[in-house]
């Protein structure tokens, strides 16, 4: 059974600094992973997807980065801002079940001016 | 262009009672779906569709029903409310299941005494 594991459960750092974001998971036989970001009460909003083909995806100071074969994802935010502030998820696909995403808890991360 | 919407935002049931919970998509996507999310915790799949008139079972759908009667539309049914069922739900849509992201409305929380 697919299980998806995010270190550590809650990161605080100064603004600007760049940062890492840790995401295993246990079977590599996925389809795509995705992170998110969600804002307290809110709902998910997607930042990158990366396809099992490839190696990374970057989207402005964002770069995901996936190693199928180790299990791992890691999400770095470069330039930490205030506005970084949310809890970060992961997610995988298997492709099946309609592509439903396994996710993992999260982390919380809090940029301190 | 909404996206996902969810209504209501907020509900709270007496145990025993039964409510739907609204989602409607105006991306014209084929694949929908319903997560929820406990505290601390990863969003778990309900239920999901891959098109108007199918929908399937994810890894949770004991005390739910869903319909998929329109693309734009997927309801969620919960009959006979339990605590275990208070929880943040969230209802999800693609364009495929492999390639494309799920975008997520912004939830509906729920709370059953």
């Known amino acids: 059974k697919q299980e998806v594991t995010q270190i550590p459960a809650a990161l605080s750092v100064p603004e600007g600094e760049n940062l890492v974001l840790n995401c295993s998971f246990t079977?590599?036989?996925?389809?795509?992973l995705q992170w998110f970001r969600q804002d307290p009460g809110k709902g998910l909003t997607s930042l990158l997807l990366?396809?099992?083909?490839?190696r990374e995806q970057t989207s402005g100071r964002l770069n995901a980065s996936l190693d199928k074969s180790s299990g791992r994802s890691t999400l770095y935010i470069a330039a930490s801002q205030p506005g970084d502030s949310a809890t970060y998820l992961c997610?995988?696909?298997?492709?099946?079940?309609?592509?439903?995403?396994?996710f993992g808890q999260g982390t919380e991360l809090s940029v301190k001016p | 262009n909404a996206g996902v919407t969810q209504t209501p935002k907020f509900r709270i049931l007496k145990i025993g009672q039964s409510m739907t919970l609204q989602c409607t998509q105006d991306?014209?996507?084929?694949?929908m779906y319903w997560y929820r999310q406990d505290p601390g915790m990863g969003l778990k799949l309900i239920y999901y569709?891959?098109?108007?008139?199918?929908?399937d079972k994810g890894e949770v759908p004991n005390g739910y029903n869903v319909s998929r009667s329109t693309t734009e539309d997927f309801p969620l049914r919960l009959e006979l409310a339990a605590p275990s069922q208070t929880s943040v739900y969230f209802c999800?849509?693609?364009?495929?299941?492999?390639?494309?992201?799920?975008?997520f409305g912004p939830g509906t929380r729920l709370t059953v005494t």
């Open positions: 999800a849509s693609s364009r495929d299941s492999v390639v494309h992201e799920q975008y």
């Open positions: 079977d590599s036989a996925i389809y795509n």
């Open positions: 990366i396809q099992s083909s490839q």
């Open positions: 997610a995988v696909s298997e492709g099946n079940q309609g592509g439903k995403l396994i």
């Open positions: 991306m014209n996507h084929n694949y």
């Open positions: 569709s891959v098109g108007a008139g199918i929908t």
